[in-house]
């Protein structure tokens, strides 16, 4: 069909770039600069061909390469292509991580090559507006080191990552910390002195900032505090819970937090993996249900790793993470997780449904279990999880769907039952559905995104698809329909003045 004056050209190249059944020959046109907008989609919100990932890592402009590296529907492989970009805000991207991110999932990690080269990276070529410092500083606050990396790096012939493996200090064994102390590189024991000075509850005095601040804050939750601190922190109800979570508060000081008046004080403390028995006898049977619940979900032995997950469940919202407690240093074993899931205890459940590598038996009794939560959690981390609680998931649960949109297991089809839902991200769900009937009524949805998913539909036929291509409202949409061949791709294309 001839283009118009007055075509939706525009439409037109963002719809192509969203085209899941577009060639490689047509999107890698989407390249050029004269794609606009549609350039941008391309590089950071689909999936992509080979040939165009190659292209967008060897691409001479590095906006198209930053863009390569913030999408997070690429493997981490492909975007650590640009580790060594000689663009700092490429680099930077990739060490930030892809964008959006997989809430409530982490993103996947970077090889560890490439978080050896962030890590070790130097100041030097070409001259730019981030130093080598800040950028590993994005990549360790960006999620992408696995706890496991940190264990491996103990021992590696860069200095760079010793010291980095030695943080946090208190997860080290002694041994461990020992041969950081007598290292043979300066700078290593430098790093590991200044990190010994974390125990050290003067130091920690001298230190602590009078004023409300995160690293004041950083101290009171992680760090040895001295008694004159501690007693100080005794008249204030916020700085109690940091202590009743600290690592080095003492066992005297923490039998009177466990009788605190503030329950979350009592809760902190019966999250603790060095409860001696009595302590936590008392607290199993403490007048405030959440505290009771706290000590009971785990009896005595338990680890750091293990209470942490625990935590995390019984915090007020599970997908928010609390920046001022440190990053574990490793993981519940599968053990343990494997335990969880049996439990008659719904936390350790819900902490066993984020195990990605739980066993097959096990996900399948998940999927089945009472409580909602369990679910959902499943529904969002493990890769076996049934397609139905996949679906649920994303229906019920609107801040896991730019993760679960992503993934295989989310069904696209049997979904006709879904099309008048009153959600219009639902709605667009079902509008994609290519095994029911072609939704027509969607096309006029007051919806954008819900227009533009019905009429990306391979349903429709080609005559229909001619007159979607024509109006604005469904123009983007139509472009973006697997159903055009590749011929009428390039002549959309041609009509946007895109160069071939």
């Given amino acids: 069909m001839p283009n118009s004056p007055s075509a939706p050209t525009d439409l037109w190249l963002r719809g192509v770039a969203a085209n899941t059944g577009a060639p490689a020959g047509v999107l890698l046109r989407l390249l050029d600069p004269a794609a606009g907008d549609a350039r941008r989609i391309l590089c950071e919100k689909r999936c992509l061909p080979q040939e165009v990932m190659d292209a967008a890592v060897a691409h001479p402009e590095a906006k198209v390469r930053r863009s390569f590296a913030r999408n997070p529907h690429v493997p981490p492989a492909q975007r650590a292509r640009l580790v060594e970009d000689p663009h700092d805000f490429v680099r930077a991207q990739v060490a930030s991580g892809p964008y959006p991110r997989p809430l409530p999932?982490?993103?996947?990690?970077?090889?560890?090559?490439?978080?050896?080269?962030?890590?070790?990276?130097e100041d030097g070529g070409e001259p730019g507006l981030l130093t080598a410092d800040e950028i590993a500083q994005e990549l360790v606050a960006s999620y992408q080191i696995p706890p496991s990396f940190r264990h491996r790096m103990?021992?590696?012939?860069?200095?760079?990552?010793?010291?980095?493996?030695?943080?946090?200090?208190?997860?080290?064994?002694?041994?461990?910390?020992?041969?950081?102390?007598?290292?043979?590189?300066?700078?290593?024991?430098?790093?590991?002195?200044?990190?010994?000075?974390?125990?050290?509850?003067a130091a920690m005095e001298a230190e602590l900032?009078?004023?409300?601040?995160?690293?004041?804050?950083?101290?009171?939750?992680?760090?040895?505090?001295?008694?004159?601190?501690?007693?100080?922190?005794?008249?204030?109800?916020?700085?109690?819970?940091?202590?009743?979570?600290?690592?080095?508060?003492?066992?005297?000081?923490?039998?009177?937090?466990?009788?605190?008046?503030?329950?979350g004080v009592r809760e902190r403390v019966a999250g603790r993996a060095d409860l001696d028995a009595v302590?936590?006898?008392?607290?199993?049977e403490d007048p405030d249900e959440r505290v009771r619940t706290r000590a009971r979900v785990q009896p005595l032995p338990r680890t750091r790793a293990q209470c942490q997950a625990v935590d995390h469940e019984m915090?007020?919202?599970?997908?928010?993470?609390?920046?001022?407690?440190l990053e574990p240093y490793e993981e519940p074993d599968l053990d343990w997780y494997r335990a969880c899931a049996v439990s008659g205890e719904v936390m350790l459940r819900r902490a066993a449904a984020r195990c990605a590598t739980l066993p097959a038996d096990l996900v399948s009794r998940l999927a089945e279990d009472p409580d909602e939560e369990v679910r959902h959690r499943l529904a969002s981390w493990h890769p076996l999880a049934p397609a139905a609680i996949v679906l649920a998931a994303f229906?019920?649960?609107?801040?896991?769907?730019?993760?679960?949109?992503?993934?295989?297991?989310l069904p696209r089809t049997g979904l006709a039952h879904l099309l008048g839902h009153e959600d219009p991200e639902v709605r667009a769900l079902a509008a994609a559905d290519p095994a029911g009937r072609a939704p027509v009524e969607l096309l006029t949805d007051p919806d954008e995104h819900v227009r533009r998913a019905a009429a990306a539909n391979p349903l429709f036929s080609r005559d229909t698809l001619e007159t979607l291509l024509q109006d604005p409202a469904t123009a983007e949409g139509a472009a973006a329909n697997p159903g055009l061949t590749a011929v009428r791709l390039h002549a959309l294309l041609d009509s946007a003045g895109l160069p071939r």
């Fill in 395 to 409: 229906v019920a649960r609107p801040r896991q769907r730019p993760h679960l949109i992503m993934q295989s297991r």
């Fill in 315 to 325: 915090s007020e919202d599970a997908y928010d993470c609390n920046c001022l407690i």
């Fill in 105 to 121: 999932r982490r993103p996947r990690p970077l090889p560890d090559d490439a978080l050896v080269s962030l890590l070790t990276a």
């Fill in 209 to 263: 900032p009078e004023e409300s601040c995160h690293h004041r804050w950083m101290i009171l939750v992680n760090y040895a505090l001295s008694d004159a601190v501690v007693e100080a922190c005794m008249a204030d109800p916020e700085c109690r819970w940091s202590v009743a979570g600290n690592p080095y508060t003492s066992r005297d000081v923490l039998a009177r937090l466990a009788r605190d008046v503030d329950p």
């Fill in 279 to 284: 302590l936590w006898a008392e607290l199993a």
């Fill in 154 to 201: 103990l021992g590696h012939e860069h200095p760079a990552l010793r010291i980095f493996a030695s943080q946090p200090w208190s997860w080290l064994t002694s041994e461990q910390r020992k041969a950081l102390l007598t290292d043979p590189h300066p700078d290593v024991r430098a790093s590991a002195e200044r990190s010994a000075r974390t125990e050290d509850p």
